[in-house]
């Protein structure tokens, strides 16, 4: 029997994380100094599509492109920009948010609703293609 739900999980990181609105999101696309990552899987991202300029780290990648010394290490994550994670529905992203930040990277955050609040706000998406 498990002790803590997702719930809980999820709770307990929004509590510890900084979640950004998409009215406060939106302006930061055209921001050099801030990078999306979009934590869904290939086949949410060719499904729906992505904010434009994205990064795809599929969530079970995460700590292990984070980590330079990781041999997966991805360069995105030491660039020094603010990382605003998202996921479908913001579930995954807090998760991220709080596993990102307790590895010491900062600033990160991440997207209060998802890709659902986004597209909800007519926020810009961009197609990706299917491999």
């Not at 979640?19 to 801030?34: C, N």
């Not at 994550?77 to 709080?98: E, Q």
């Not at 930040?101 to 991440?110: A, E, F, K, T, W």
Request: glycine share 8%; hydrophobic share 40%; charged share 30%.
């Amino acid at each position: 029997m498990i002790t803590r739900g997702y719930k809980a999980l999820i709770a307990e990181a929004e509590a510890d994380i900084e979640t950004l609105p998409v009215a406060a999101a939106k302006p930061l696309l055209d921001d050099d100094g801030v990078q999306f990552v979009d934590l869904r899987d290939r086949r949410e991202l060719e499904r729906e599509g992505r904010i434009p300029g994205a990064f795809n780290c599929p969530r079970g990648m995460l700590e292990f492109w984070i980590d330079p010394e990781s041999p997966y290490h991805k360069p995105v994550f030491a660039s020094g920009k603010r990382i605003v994670f998202y996921c479908a529905s913001g579930w995954r992203s807090a998760l991220a948010t709080k596993a990102a930040q307790d590895m010491g990277l900062h600033p990160v955050c991440h997207l209060e609703g998802g890709f659902s609040a986004w597209k909800k706000a007519e926020g810009a998406v961009e197609d990706v293609a299917a491999r």
